[in-house]
């Protein structure tokens, strides 16, 4: 009878390191899952910085477009406007055209 006591607490023994086991499998698990989840928001954390950066440089542009147009209703700055009329340049004096 005694070793019948024995095999069965020693049956509970493994049984109770099993269930041990597969629990400390789950919380591995889990701990994985929240990391895995946690790369995942810093990904779209990025992405979402990356957009920024996109509008950020796309309202920049919209600033210089902007600029330059004020430039050109000035006539100053380089290209059209400066120094040209509406006929398309310096006219030639008398004495140059003979």
Do not use: A
Request: hydrophobic residues 0%; glycine residues 12%; charged residues 85%.
């Amino acid at each position: 009878m005694s070793e019948r006591k024995e095999e069965r607490g020693k049956e509970e023994e493994k049984e109770k390191e099993e269930e041990k086991e597969k629990e400390e499998e789950k919380e591995e698990e889990k701990e994985e899952e929240k990391e895995k989840e946690k790369e995942k928001e810093k990904e779209k954390e990025g992405e979402e910085e990356k957009e920024k950066e996109k509008e950020e440089e796309k309202e920049e542009e919209k600033e210089k477009e902007k600029e330059k147009e004020k430039e050109k209703e000035k006539g100053g700055g380089k290209g059209e406007g400066k120094g040209e009329g509406k006929r398309g340049g310096k006219r030639e004096s008398k004495t140059d055209r003979m």
